[in-house]
């Protein structure tokens, strides 16, 4: 079965930093792209980043490029996202999500909630 | 303002058949496939439909999708009031180079 757990969410001031991982399993994890997937209150669903299985290739969203890192480690079946310069706009629940690259993600994990508020 | 545009409601008695429709553009829905979701608040975003009109195993052939051009839709029929939830389509996007989502559409069954 496809599990895919999301950690690191929390409460940060504008400006700072916050590191999230995603734990995957049941599938082979090197063959996959990853993908960042937010969801702000009261909105839809907004694709933030991906990363393909090798991490030859990587996208941002242009509303994070430049403060958000995306990356993966295979040997550990995980998957990160290191947010910076944080702002009131990145408060969202974020959800790790894989797929095939070039197209939409087919599983999702739970989520996690990142709010940015001083 | 989403780059591919959805109807922001939807809605149907049970039993009835109702159409979510999606449009975009020949950088996304005209040159890439399209997935389909279901989301309900606080759950991950389920997979409903795949590559156009593909149902992964589980979801129930009630729910059926299409694509024409740079339109795409997905068709619930027999509705049921546990189909009540957020729908969002997605694709890739060539010049964006990412993927495209749908504001979505809050269907509701009355």
């Known amino acids: 079965e496809v599990q895919l757990v999301e950690s690191g969410g929390g409460l940060v001031k504008p400006g700072g930093s916050l590191r999230l991982s995603c734990a995957a399993s049941g599938f082979t994890f090197s063959s996959y792209s990853m993908n960042w997937v937010r969801q702000a209150p009261g909105t839809g669903l907004e694709w933030v980043s991906s990363?393909?299985?090798?991490?030859?290739?990587?996208y941002y969203a242009d509303s994070v490029k430049g403060r958000f890192t995306i990356s993966r480690d295979n040997a550990k079946r995980s998957l990160y996202l290191q947010m910076s310069s944080l702002r009131a706009e990145d408060t969202a629940v974020y959800y790790c999500?894989?797929?095939?690259?070039?197209?939409?993600?087919?599983?999702w994990g739970q989520g996690t909630l990142v709010t940015v508020s001083s | 303002q989403s780059v591919v545009t959805q109807p922001p409601s939807a809605s149907g008695t049970p039993g009835q058949r109702v159409t979510i429709s999606c449009s975009g553009s020949s950088s996304n829905i005209g040159s890439n496939t399209v997935n389909w979701y279901q989301h309900l608040p606080g759950t991950a975003p389920k997979l409903l439909i795949y590559?156009?009109?593909q149902r992964p195993s589980g979801v129930p052939d009630r729910f059926s999708g299409s694509k024409s051009g740079t339109s795409a839709s997905l068709a619930i029929s027999g509705l049921q009031s546990e189909d009540e939830a957020d729908y969002y389509c997605?694709?890739?996007?060539?010049?964006?180079?990412?993927?495209?989502f749908g504001g979505g559409t809050k269907l509701t069954v009355l």
């Open positions: 590559s156009n009109n």
């Open positions: 999500a894989r797929s095939v690259m070039y197209q939409p993600s087919d599983y």
């Open positions: 997605a694709a890739w996007d060539d010049s964006l180079k990412g993927v495209v």
């Open positions: 990363i393909s299985g090798t991490s030859s290739y990587i």
